[in-house]
Structure formats: structure tokens, C-alpha cells
């Protein structure tokens, strides 16, 4: 299994983290260990995967992914591969060879960087949408252009293998990991990509990521204690700031003409007949 195949493993794993899937790699299919990349399967309890990715809304209770980085070509091989690891992964799940598990809880997942187009003229491809294709090749099997998903939300674990600078990046901001031990995968990825020169993950990237993804284990408190005042302020309108004082702490050190000319009328009627209240107790 090449580097880009295991980051991209480990990352599916962090995707499906706390949903009723479990994900396993680099399954061994026979005694010769023939690798299949990836099987999502779905659990008996857990929650569904949310946000879902492009292309990964009718999930069945296996599915079975192959995947080509930006550096491989996804030809007709492959899927018949992919097809062949589906018959034998079936065999190992289902009770005996007499009694397969139904092909409806089977599904087929070919993942790649880039566009198939050799594909095009021997099997034909089918476009369900941006970046996900439908062909059959002996089975039918859903083909997820990973270059190709939209810069949105729910695909910003797409993005993160787009090989695409700005999509990545994209990726990097939006995607929100699930499991802190796997922030390793994240940032091995990002040196691959400059190691590539597809794009550059500075020491002072890696810095910000590290630290905003650790911050919230601080308190307030701690997160605040090397800010100067001003520091603190930064964001915050005079409104916002004022509305989280009382009148009475508004014009505590003021003098009498800075109160008139900050303050309404109403505001200093309101004040005096509170005193006024207070007196008379």
C-alpha cells in the first residue's frame, strides 16, 4: 500500500469516527494477501455520517472502495480488480457459498484524483452529479472524481485530495477532524503535497493548526492571560462592550458634564430616580 493510499485510509477512518461504520484497511482477501484499499461497514448501533460527503449518500451495509492518487491512472483493470476483490470479500462475509449475503448490501466505490477519461469510450461513464459518475464494469460501481467536488462544506474531506492548492486549503480550514491522534495523518499529508510543489504547509501552518486545535483545552482564564487590554477588545464593537456593564458602572469616575454629554436624557432621568429610590430606603 503506497503512502497515498494509507493517508487516505486513515483519513476515511477519522470521516466515519462516532458513526455506525467501522473502517477497515488494507483487507486480506486470500492467502496470496490480495489488498483490497478500503471497506466501510455499516454497525448494528451508531449514528449516520453526517454531513455525507458527495457521492456517499446510499451507503449499503458493505461498500467497498479502491482508490488512485493524483500520481496513478484509474483504468478498466482496476475495476475489474475491484469487481474480482468484491467476489471474493462476499464469500469471507456470507454464511457458506450456498447462502451469499444479497448483492443489495454490497456497493462499489472507486475514488480517484483525477477524471478517468480513458474510461469514457470502452464502458461509458453516467454523471449523477459534480464529481460522481456511475459505470458498470461486470458490477456496477460508483466512481467519486475527487478534483472535481465543489468547495462546499460537506466535501471539504473531498478537498483534502483534490491535489488542487486552493481546494486543499479549502479542505484544511473546513474539514474538522474527528479523532486528535489522526491530526498526524493531516499533517503528513500537507508534506507530501509540498514535497509534490503542489503546495506549500509551512512550519508557521503547522503552528495554527496545532494550537487551534488544543486551544479549547485551556480556560478562559489562560487563553486570556498574555492579552493587553487592547488585545481583548479587538472584534468587539462599543455597543457590545457597554451592553455587558450596568448604568451604575458606566458612570463610575465619570464627572458631572462627561455625563451629560454621553449620556441621554432618559438615561440620566432613569439614574437619578433610581438614587432618589435608594434614598428614600
Known sequence: MTDWHRLFGMALTDLFTNTKYQ??????????????????????????LTPVPDGLENLAKHNLLTYK??????????????????TTYRKLV????????PEAEFRLYAATTRYPVNLEKPLGLT???????????????????????????NNAFWQLFSANAAKVSYGRKNYQWRQPRLSSVRNELFNYYNLEGIM??????FVKDYTKKYLQVLSVEERLADLSPDQRLQGLSPDEVLQRFS????????????????WSPDDIEAYLSKL???RSH
Open 94 to 101: 456470507s454464511p457458506d457459498l450456498n447462502h451469499l449475503l
Open 69 to 86: 492518487s493524483f500520481q496513478e491512472t484509474l483504468n478498466q483493470w482496476a475495476l475489474k480488480e475491484l469487481v474480482g476483490h468484491y
Open 276 to 278: 432618589k429610590s435608594q
Open 247 to 262: 448604568p451604575d458602572q458606566r458612570l463610575q469616575g465619570l464627572s458631572p458634564d462627561e455625563v451629560l454629554q454621553h
Open 127 to 153: 454523471k449523477r452529479q459534480t464529481g460522481v459518475y456511475d459505470v458498470k464494469c461486470c458490477h456496477p460501481i460508483r466512481i467519486l472524481v475527487l478534483g472535481e467536488f465543489p468547495q462546499t462544506p
Open 23 to 48: 473502517v477497515e484497511l488494507e483487507k486480506d482477501l486470500s492467502i496470496q494477501q490480495q489488498f483490497l484499499d478500503v471497506v466501510i461497514i455499516e454497525q448494528a448501533a451508531g449514528p449516520p
Open 200 to 205: 506549500s504547509y509551512t512550519a508557521d501552518d
